[in-house]
């Protein structure tokens, strides 16, 4: 059995430990590329600056190995003194030991706090306050001359990091993913995103840059019916719309672009351009009159499950800039433009024909709060707190007051719910645009 001495001298070492465990955590994680990469150039070392990328994602998992044995030691060895009745004269077995004292007087309450509080700043000290002054100051000329101890560290510790490898790999299997894939892949987006968060940090880049560029990368990601205008919200023309009502929709509409139907709009026979309407006009002899089938052109179809990265690809192959998102049975869905798969990475664009957007669901001011009705349910569920039930047919705000009241409801209208209470501040024919949420307590009317 370990003697409280030898317990005491393991905490030392333990605490130690933990030092160098969050140092080599904080300061791999936080440093300044540049600012290593110029003091390497500088003191005439620039292969260490590429050693450095490739090797410092395991000197990190090192480093964290390395501080969460050493924090389970030091916690076992806190306890091994709890609990032993030999008395001590050390410093750290002291602090902890929380039985009796040299007078065999057990220790109160206070005392087992005032250790605990001892304990509780020393710890954050060593893992929080020392590592972050260090990486703050002199992180660059630390790694420079520490580099060769890290790297001893990481292959000292492979043993016990091998694990992470062996469960990212089940990970991947049970996903039923490519392995190498994946690996390349997100080895890629991995070391993208540090670059900029480095940039951010050395304010060499903006934050919006860095969401272009977050962007950019989720692209591949996202289908085209996560940002597609739904059915109920596009702008279509007839066909056999007569040459007057044509012009003054295109007008009043003031879309470049407008899909044509026969009939029905899940019967597009193509799409109207504006700059067409335009040139015809021009070159039309005063006060006549063409039909619309003869400025038409052929509509693009393409299915909702459509990446937007591809979709971005064939827009620019094909230099079209609108196009028609039909589901499995063949019926429209919605309709894309190359301004939505932009608004991905380059976010909301608001045109000359455009409102500036209030915010989507705005913050709740004794519990009441404002949303478009495009909000999402989940998302309105989440920020103010709320159980508005969801289903896989409803998934807005707008679309659930709407499919409750069974119809279109005017300004005003009040849909109360269990726990919440709804009005209509804006709606048009179609759909529900804004309302105002209440919190109501259960069976208030």
């Not at 306050?129 to 630390?142: K, Y």
């Not at 024909?353 to 004794?366: A, G, Q, R, Y």
Request: negative net charge.
């Amino acid at each position: 059995m370990l003697t409280p001495d030898t317990l005491s001298w393991l905490i030392n070492l333990d605490l130690l430990l933990i030092l160098i465990g969050a140092i080599g955590l904080r300061l791999l994680q936080d440093f300044s590329r540049h600012d290593l990469q110029t003091y390497c150039r500088k003191k005439g070392k620039p292969d260490l600056w590429t050693d450095v990328l490739e090797r410092h994602d395991r000197c990190v998992l090192a480093s964290e190995t390395l501080l969460s044995l050493s924090f389970a030691l030091f916690v076992a060895c806190c306890v091994g003194i709890a609990v032993t009745e030999t008395t001590s004269n050390s410093t750290m077995e002291n602090l902890v030991k929380i039985t009796t004292d040299d007078t065999g007087h057990r220790a109160d309450g206070g005392e087992i706090g005032l250790a605990a509080i001892w304990l509780g700043i020393l710890l954050i000290s060593l893992i929080v306050w020392i590592p972050r002054a260090i990486t703050g100051s002199f992180a660059a000329p630390v790694i420079f001359h520490s580099w060769l101890f890290w790297v001893g560290l990481a292959k000292i510790m492979t043993p016990l990091t091998v694990g992470v490898v062996g469960m990212r790999f089940l990970a991947v299997r049970l996903s039923g993913r490519n392995l190498s894939e994946d690996e390349e892949e997100e080895a890629l987006e991995d070391e993208i995103r540090s670059i900029v968060t480095a940039g951010m940090h050395e304010g060499l880049l903006e934050e919006d840059a860095w969401e272009m560029i977050e962007g950019v990368m989720e692209l591949d990601d996202v289908d085209v019916q996560e940002i597609m205008t739904p059915r109920s919200e596009i702008d279509a023309i007839d066909i056999n719309t007569n040459w007057d009502d044509v012009l003054d929709y295109v007008v009043k509409s003031g879309r470049t672009r407008v899909p044509v139907f026969d009939g029905s709009l899940d019967k597009i026979v193509g799409v109207l351009y504006a700059k067409d309407l335009l040139s015809s006009l021009a070159t039309s002899p005063k006060n006549g009159k063409r039909q619309l089938s003869s400025l038409v052109r052929e509509a693009w179809f393409i299915p909702t499950t459509k990446i937007v990265d591809d979709l971005l690809r064939e827009f620019q192959r094909n230099r079209n800039h609108i196009a028609i998102v039909v589901d499995e049975y063949n019926s429209v869905s919605g309709l894309v433009t190359i301004e939505d798969a932009l608004e991905e990475i380059v976010g909301e664009i608001i045109d000359e024909h455009d409102k500036e957007l209030p915010p989507e669901i705005t913050d709740s001011v004794n519990g009441v709060a404002e949303a478009s009705g495009r909000a999402h349910l989940d998302d309105i569920n989440e920020k103010l707190g709320l159980e508005i039930t969801e289903s896989d047919e409803i998934d807005t705000i707008g679309g659930f007051v709407v499919h409750q009241l069974g119809y279109i409801p005017a300004v005003n209208e009040v849909l109360t719910e269990p726990s919440v209470r709804i009005t209509v501040l804006q709606a048009s024919k179609r759909r529900v645009e804004r309302v105002r949420i209440e919190r109501v307590s259960n069976g208030s009317e």
